[in-house]
């Protein structure tokens, strides 16, 4: 797929489809008003004085010029208000276009850049946005449909068109910007949206180090015997109802500088997840293909990083197993020592994540790390308290909590705090060991990171992206199954991060 950025007047070329981007009881885009009228000979005039389209969020208008302009179709998008635009209002209104077009089989897309102009948004960000919409909007997993070509028509080409010479660098480094973070989001989605028989541990450490290869990261990939050596116990632990050999994965970037410090994520890498002894329930136990997906934004990003060769230092750390029951498997009562020398009493083994992050995050220490961030699919219970509009943010550092929220507003990935009191600690504490694995049902997204808590001893921040890692509800940007959640942001927060 190509995406490149032109300078020219949009509607005065030949294209299968133009989308044209327009504010709410607005006539026509900023500064390219002459170009559009002359090309397409008033037939916008016309539509917008009748009526039929408003310029409202999210509003689409198919029109055939039939001759009278270059382009087969213009499709007008709704921006809404132009005081209340945002760049996620780009990417939505970029998806829905981009999809709405895709759906009638047209693969080669021209977009204006929705948002240009607006002040206090500058015009990289909103060519940024603008492709991460539409590749992101245009997205479909079809890897395992063999009907391909018929239901599987993919973007072959986005031209983003630009009317001001003097803006032509920033327009093409934000329309390179958002190529590699929406590329980088789609690989996150993909492998999130991969089943446990084509995605298991080691699928997903041969993912990770294919993509490594291509963005010029190190990556180190321990086995079975490895993780023994290393002694992650956690790890081990719940990999033992498994036929599937556990993996551990180290994705890094740069070279570590004193100056700013090491940053380190963290991905909870449970390619499936039934529960284990403490099974679950079948009703949409397929869900849990997903339970990888804080793997899956932990490689898309290193990925975006390196093709970026942002100036940080940069580790990726996933834990990779299944959680299945089987006459090895941990059991509810077992008491399981870990990487931290900590003592852990499982009392659900279907809490098994917070159990692997355990070895994941003692692991980082090694790294001196100035930040550590790790997301995973951790509880019912987050998306209980937030539903699917934001993720959990929990942690032991204000300013690095702090910038992680402002990476999240920057990229339309929000991230909503809970409090993480001493008091969430008297859940977690066991009688016969350091800690045990549950806090009840009482605060459990809380307890999940309070558990995790016990095992770091640097800045730390907690993403519990159990409701915005994937959904059954079509998005703007997103169709249903994974959304590549948490990738926009860690991208944001490591550019951000010498600043
Ligand atoms: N992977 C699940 C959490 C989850 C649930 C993610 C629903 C996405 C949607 C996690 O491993 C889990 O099972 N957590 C338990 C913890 C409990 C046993 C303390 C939960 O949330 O029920
Ligand atoms: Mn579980
Ligand atoms: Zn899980």
């Not at 990556?219 to 023994?228: D, L, P, S």
């Not at 852990?344 to 995050?361: F, H, K, Q, S, Y």
């Not at 937030?386 to 402002?406: F, S, Y």
Request: proline content about 5%; aromatic content about 6%; some cysteine.
């Amino acid at each position: 797929m190509t995406v490149e950025a032109k300078l020219g007047r949009v509607g005065a070329d030949a294209a299968d489809a133009v989308i044209v981007g327009l504010f709410e009881g607005e006539r026509l885009p900023d500064g390219r008003a002459t170009a559009m009228e002359n090309a397409l000979k008033g037939l916008l005039s016309d539509v917008l004085d009748i009526g039929d389209f408003k310029g409202k969020k999210g509003d689409t208008l198919l029109l055939y010029p039939r001759g009278a302009a270059p382009p087969k179709r213009v499709l007008l998008v709704g921006l809404g208000p132009r005081e209340r635009f945002t760049l996620d209002i780009a990417r939505q209104a970029a998806g829905k276009a981009g999809r709405a077009l895709l759906d009638l089989g047209v693969t080669r897309l021209m977009t204006t850049v929705h948002g240009l102009g607006i002040t206090g948004l500058s015009p990289d960000a909103c060519a940024q946005a603008t492709v991460e919409g539409t590749l992101l909007g245009t997205y479909r997993f079809s890897e395992f449909k063999t009907d391909n070509g018929q239901n599987g028509k993919r973007l072959d080409r986005l031209t983003v068109v630009y009317s001001h010479r003097g803006r032509a660098r920033a327009i093409q480094a934000g329309v390179e910007t958002g190529r590699i973070v929406a590329d980088s989001t789609l690989l996150a989605r993909d492998l999130s949206n991969a089943p446990g028989n084509a995605l298991t541990p080691r699928g997903l450490a041969d993912a990770a180090s294919k993509m490594a290869k291509r963005a010029h990261l190190a990556c180190q990939v321990f086995g079975k015997k490895e993780i023994e050596k290393i002694g992650m116990g956690a790890l081990l632990a719940v990999n033992r109802g498994s036929e599937e050999p556990p993996r551990f994965i180290v994705l890094e970037h740069g070279q570590p500088s004193g100056k700013q410090g090491t940053i380190v994520f963290v991905g909870k890498g449970i390619t499936f997840d039934s529960g284990g002894i403490s099974i679950k329930p079948g009703d949409r136990m397929e869900e849990m293909k997903h339970d990888m997906s804080g793997a899956a934004a932990v490689v898309g990003a290193m990925q975006a990083i390196g093709a970026l060769n942002l100036p940080a230092h940069v580790v990726g750390l996933i834990p990779a197993t299944e959680n299945l029951p089987d006459g090895r498997a941990y059991k509810p009562g077992d008491i399981i020592p870990t990487l931290a020398g900590k003592t852990i009493e499982v009392i659900n083994t279907d809490a098994e994540g917070r159990v692997v992050l355990a070895d994941a995050l003692a692991y980082a220490a090694r790294y001196k790390p100035a930040a550590v961030i790790d997301l995973a699919t951790l509880t019912g219970a987050c998306v209980v308290a937030l539903g699917h509009h934001a993720t959990g943010i929990m942690g032991n550092d204000e300013v690095v909590m702090a910038r992680v929220q402002r990476a999240g507003n920057a990229t339309g990935e929000r991230v909503w705090p809970l409090p993480l009191w001493d008091e969430y600690h008297e859940q977690i504490k066991s009688e016969v060991a350091d800690v045990k694995n549950t806090g009840g049902r009482p605060g459990g997204a809380i307890t999940g990171a309070a558990f995790l808590q016990k095992f770091v001893d640097y800045p730390w921040v907690h993403l519990d992206i159990a409701g915005t890692a994937y959904t059954d509800r079509e998005q703007p940007y997103c169709p249903k199954g994974a959304t590549g959640a948490g990738v926009r942001l860690l991208v944001q927060f490591a550019k951000d991060w010498g600043k």
